[in-house]
């Protein structure tokens, strides 16, 4: 069986890339600007192919891939930082993010953010980019928060995962699978 691919935005040293690959996805290429977080993928993982350009500056549309996932610059959301949310340019980078999946059009989107963005605004933020991923086609399933310490990551931040699916595949989220991982999840400690 052939497997999953991805493309990876704002790949930082790797981190969420390497999950994906751990979980049986392909790394089809990552994208990162900085020089220092490159030096350390090209070490790492000196098979990935490397976009080494501000995502702005790169067309997605003639890429094909099954996921795009991206740690969207998560500064402007975190409770260290002035919560500027979409009023700091670190913030608007959510929007490139939606743009490369609009260009790509992969089955899932995954977008990972700090817990912050859910209260952000009073919740406004978080509204606003579920709004934007269902105008270009995606319905984004319940967001919940995962502490990485539960999966075998030593550290105890509070990662909040956007998860989109294309409207064309159809998954019942309110079905029993899901209210049973969820439950699972949840009573395990996970979510």
Same mark, same amino acid.
């Given at each position: 069986?052939?497997?999953?691919?991805?493309?990876?935005?704002?790949?930082?040293?790797?981190?969420?890339?390497?999950?994906?690959?751990?979980?049986?996805?392909?790394?089809?290429?990552?994208?990162?600007?900085?020089?220092?977080?490159?030096?350390?993928?090209?070490?790492?993982?000196?098979?990935?192919?490397?976009?080494?350009?501000?995502?702005?500056?790169? =067309?997605?549309?003639?890429?094909?891939?099954?996921?795009?996932?991206?740690?969207?610059?998560?500064?402007?959301?975190?409770?260290?930082?002035?919560?500027?949310?979409?009023?700091?340019?670190?913030?608007?980078?959510?929007?490139?993010?939606?743009?490369?999946?609009?260009?790509? /059009?992969?089955?899932?989107?995954?977008?990972? =953010?700090?817990?912050?963005?859910?209260?952000?605004?009073?919740?406004?933020?978080?509204?606003?980019?579920?709004?934007?991923?269902?105008?270009?086609?995606?319905?984004?399933?319940?967001?919940?928060?995962?502490?990485?310490?539960?999966?075998?990551?030593? /550290?105890?931040?509070?990662?909040?995962?956007?998860?989109?699916?294309?409207?064309?595949?159809?998954?019942?989220?309110?079905?029993?699978?899901?209210? =049973?991982?969820?439950?699972?999840?949840?009573?395990?400690?996970?979510?």
């Amino acid at each position: 069986m052939e497997k999953f691919t991805v493309v990876e935005l704002f790949a930082g040293a790797g981190g969420l890339a390497l999950g994906l690959e751990n979980a049986g996805l392909k790394t089809k290429f990552l994208n990162e600007i900085d020089k220092d977080c490159i030096k350390t993928l090209k070490k790492n993982r000196p098979d990935w192919k490397i976009i080494n350009s501000d995502v702005k500056d790169v =067309n997605f549309s003639e890429i094909e891939s099954d996921v795009v996932s991206g740690g969207f610059p998560c500064q402007a959301f975190s409770y260290a930082g002035k919560k500027l949310g979409l009023e700091d340019a670190r913030g608007t980078l959510f929007y490139e993010f939606a743009r490369v999946v609009k260009e790509v /059009q992969p089955a899932i989107c995954i977008g990972e =953010n700090v817990r912050g963005l859910l209260s952000h605004d009073k919740g406004k933020t978080l509204k606003g980019m579920i709004s934007i991923l269902d105008e270009i086609g995606y319905k984004v399933v319940p967001v919940e928060v995962l502490k990485a310490i539960n999966f075998r990551v030593p /550290q105890k931040r509070e990662r909040l995962i956007l998860v989109g699916v294309r409207k064309d595949i159809d998954i019942n989220y309110e079905s029993e699978i899901f209210k =049973n991982l969820f439950s699972y999840l949840k009573f395990n400690n996970l979510l």
